[in-house]
């Protein structure tokens, strides 16, 4: 296979894997958003917490994701991740995450 063929190959995957993991992304962030309408915050809060795993290329997702989990976890009474986990990491995902 030549450079270009190759190089277009693999450009080709990344953007394969890159609209599979924001389908997922997507997926996750719905699937939390239902569950929150359903008041079942302890669920959501583990579909949010894949999102922001998913999220984390792209600052505008990752940072929702964190604002979901902070709802989440507020409203599912988790006070330690709240402020433990979520203020100090919400402030760190803003600063590192890429536009």
């Known amino acids: 296979?030549?450079?270009?063929?190759s190089r277009e190959g693999v450009i080709l995957e990344m953007r394969e894997i890159r609209a599979s993991r924001d389908q997922a992304y997507d997926r996750e962030m719905r699937?939390?958003?239902d569950l929150m309408?359903?008041?079942r915050w302890a669920v959501?809060?583990?579909?949010?917490a894949a999102a922001h795993d998913l999220g984390h290329a792209v600052r505008s997702?990752?940072?929702?994701?964190?604002?979901a989990v902070l709802a989440a976890a507020w409203r599912a009474g988790r006070l330690?991740?709240?402020?433990?986990?979520?203020?100090?990491?919400l402030a760190v995902a803003?600063?590192?995450?890429?536009p």
């Open 1 to 5: 296979m030549s450079g270009k063929n």
């Open 44 to 48: 959501a809060y583990r579909h949010y």
């Open 61 to 67: 997702r990752h940072l929702a994701a964190h604002r």
């Open 94 to 98: 803003f600063l590192t995450s890429r």
């Open 37 to 39: 309408r359903e008041r």
């Open 31 to 33: 699937a939390g958003h």
């Open 80 to 89: 330690h991740s709240v402020v433990a986990y979520q203020g100090v990491f």
